[in-house]
């Protein structure tokens, strides 16, 4: 296979629009004119400064594809603008079936007469407009030019050869704010976060109160709980005894011994008025 697997655009070189503190990106579109599946790899010299989304894929016959690089905030201007970066894309083809998340390293080694495309791709930083930064081409000082687009505003990080859709720039900004707000997040008020401190902590206290109320109230259940069992038993050992004792009471037969002498004194009352009488 003589020919390149993947047509890219653009062709040699990332321009990235140098802002200080701030994030600058750009996208690539990849090409596959043949009539297999293409996978790919995206790789840097200096993986710490920048971000491929996303960095692996897989290209189906006659279809684009693209990614987006992605430039960390810069904390100070590099000399003259110049910067040594590059950018390596490897393609090699795959089975039809073949998902982004089977690629692996080794798809793309040589081994076995293996054929894998390689492209590079150098970076370069321009300017921003109306900035007295300028880049020596051909030992002359010439002001880097920029690109206006009617998708996107002022698209500095764009070349000249490489146009993007409306849904396209539309996926890049959003995702350029995602990483913006990620990098920068906004503070949180300490006021608040002590408040809610304060908050749980009292929570937290009267939680540990009522767990003690709880455990004394459990506990004085359990005393009588067992007073009442003790109770319980002697009633059972008092009503065994009367039972028991039912059988050899004795039952007294006639009449008590007060009332016959109380009859007896009533009598003699009687008999001696009527001698009387």
Known sequence: MGQDLLEIQPPKELRFTFKLKKQSWCSVQLLNNSDHHVAYKVKTTNPGRYSVRPNIGVIQPNSTCDFTVIMQAPREAPADLQCKDKFLIQSTVVPSETAPEDIKSSMFSKDNNKYV????????????????????????????????????????????????????????????????????????????????????????????????EAEICMQKLKEEKTVKFKER?????????????????????????????????????????????
């Open 117 to 212: 495309g390689e492209n590079k791709l150098r970076v370069v930083i321009v300017a921003q407009p109306n900035s007295p930064v300028v880049l020596p081409i051909n030992d002359t000082l010439q002001a880097e030019p920029t690109i206006a687009s009617p998708i996107l505003g002022n698209q500095e990080n764009l070349p000249p050869e490489h146009m993007v859709t409306t849904k396209e720039a539309t996926k890049v900004t959003e995702l350029a704010n995602d990483v913006q707000k990620l990098s920068s997040p906004e503070p949180v008020e300490e006021s608040k976060l002590a408040n809610e401190m304060k908050e749980l902590k009292s929570k937290l206290t009267d939680l540990e109160s009522n767990l003690r």
């Open 233 to 277: 038993e002697m009633l059972q050992q008092e009503l065994v005894c009367l039972t028991s004792n039912k059988g050899g009471r004795r039952v007294q037969v006639g009449f008590p011994f007060l009332f016959v002498c109380m009859v007896a004194i009533v009598s003699m009352k009687l008999g001696y008025m009527l001698h009387s009488w």
